[in-house]
C-alpha cells in the first residue's frame, strides 16, 4: 500500500492539472498589481464570495492576522473562541506583531458561541480597559471535529456582534466544506462577515497559499501590511494559476472527502477499543480516542501504524484525522484493517 498519509489536508499534492497551469500562466509582477493570473484569481474570489475585492496571501495564518491588523489598532481586543484556531494555532501572532489582544471565550460543541459570552466580553468604554474591537469565528471548526456552524448560528451570533459594534471576520480555512457541507453558495456563509480568508492548500488542493475577500479599503489596507509583512510577492500567478483551477474543480468533490470522513468514523465505532460517536461527523475532520484499556497505548498505535504506512499525528488520547483528496476509499479500508489489527493484538 503506497502512503495513506491522514495527519492533515494540507499534506493534499497538487494535481497534474495544477502543475501544468503553473507552467502555462501568464506573470507579471503583483507588488506593481500587474500580475494578470493573480489579478484573475482575486476577482474570482471576490466574486465567489460576494465581496467588492480580494488579496492572496501565503497562508490561513497570514491571512487571518493581516485581517485582524487592517481592522484594529494597538492595544485593541479581539473576541475568540478558546478552542479557535486564531488562538491556539497562530503563535499569538496579532499580540506580538500587532499590539492587539486575544479575549476567549468558550467554544460550544460545533464551534459556536453562547450570546451571553459575547455580550458579557465586550468591554464598556472604559480608560482601564483595552476597546473591544472585533469577533472572530471559525467555520468549519478545526478543534470541534469540522463540525459547521449554520446559517442559523451565524445569524444569530452576527446580529449581536454588530449590534456590540464589533467588526466581524471569519477563519474560512475550510470554508467550502462547510458550504458543501450546509448545501449553500459560500457567499451566503460570507455575507454575515466584514472579512473571511480561505485557504488554497488543505481540501481545495492546491500547494501554497490563501485568499482574504472584504470591501476594496479594507484590502487596500490588508495590501499595505501583506508588505509590511514581508509578503509582497512578484510573479505570484505561479501560486494563483493552482487557485484558479481549484475554485473551478476542487470545490463540488469536496463531498468525496466528507463521505470517506463518515465511512471511517462507522468503521472506528465498529472496532473493539476505539470511543467515537460517528453521528458526528460532518465534514472531513474526525476525531476519536482510544477506551481506558488502550488510552496509555496511544504513542504505540502511532508507531504501529507508521509501520504499516500509514501517518496519523502523536497525541495523548485524542486523534483527529483528515480525509482529502488523496484518501481514496481504499485507503480508508487499509487504515481500519490496520487499526483493527493493531489493537487486537
Excluded at 75 to 97: F, P, Q
Excluded at 332 to 342: G, M, N, P, V
Aim: charge should be negative; proline fraction near 3%; include cysteine.
Amino acid at each position: 500500500m503506497s502512503l495513506v498519509d491522514l495527519r492533515s489536508d494540507t499534506v493534499t499534492r497538487p494535481t497534474k492539472e495544477m502543475l501544468d497551469s503553473i507552467i502555462s500562466s501568464k506573470l507579471g509582477d503583483d507588488v506593481y498589481q500587474d500580475d494578470p493570473t493573480a489579478n484573475k484569481l482575486q476577482e474570482k474570489a471576490a466574486e465567489l464570495l460576494g465581496k467588492e475585492d480580494a488579496l492572496i496571501v501565503t497562508s490561513g495564518t497570514q491571512g487571518n492576522l493581516i485581517s485582524i491588523l487592517a481592522q484594529t489598532n494597538r492595544g485593541d481586543e479581539v473576541i475568540v473562541g478558546d478552542k479557535s484556531h486564531i488562538y491556539n494555532y497562530e503563535a499569538g501572532s496579532t499580540m506580538i506583531l500587532g499590539g492587539t489582544s486575544l479575549f476567549p471565550i468558550p467554544n460550544n460543541i460545533n464551534g459556536s458561541v453562547d450570546i451571553c459570552d459575547l455580550m458579557n466580553a465586550k468591554k464598556p468604554d472604559d480608560f482601564h480597559k483595552p476597546k473591544t474591537k472585533m469577533l472572530a469565528l471559525e467555520n468549519s471548526h478545526n478543534m470541534a471535529g469540522g463540525k459547521v456552524l449554520n446559517l442559523t448560528e451565524l445569524e444569530l451570533i452576527t446580529s449581536q456582534a454588530k449590534d456590540l459594534s464589533l467588526s466581524l471576520h471569519l477563519d474560512g480555512a475550510r470554508l467550502f466544506n462547510a458550504s458543501v457541507y450546509l448545501d449553500v453558495e459560500a457567499k451566503k456563509i460570507a455575507s454575515y462577515f466584514d472579512s473571511v480568508t480561505f485557504c488554497l492548500s488543505k481540501g481545495l488542493c492546491c500547494p501554497i497559499g490563501s485568499v482574504i475577500v472584504g470591501d476594496r479599503e479594507f484590502i487596500k489596507e490588508c495590501r499595505r501590511w501583506r508588505k509590511i509583512l514581508g509578503s509582497g510577492m512578484r510573479q505570484v500567478g505561479i501560486i494563483a494559476a493552482p487557485g484558479i483551477l481549484a475554485l473551478d474543480t476542487m470545490v463540488d468533490r469536496l463531498v468525496e472527502d466528507h463521505l470517506n470522513a463518515r465511512f471511517l468514523a462507522q468503521g472506528l465505532s465498529n472496532i473493539n477499543g476505539v470511543e467515537i460517536d460517528p453521528e458526528s461527523i460532518q465534514t472531513n475532520i474526525i476525531r476519536f480516542k482510544l477506551s481506558e484499556k488502550y488510552s496509555k497505548k496511544s504513542k504505540i498505535l502511532v508507531y504501529e501504524l507508521n509501520k504499516k504506512n500509514i501517518l496519523i499525528n502523536s497525541s495523548k488520547n485524542d486523534f483527529r484525522i483528515v480525509t482529502h483528496h488523496d484518501i481514496s476509499k481504499k485507503n480508508c479500508e487499509y487504515f481500519l484493517l490496520s487499526i483493527s489489527e493493531i489493537l487486537e493484538n
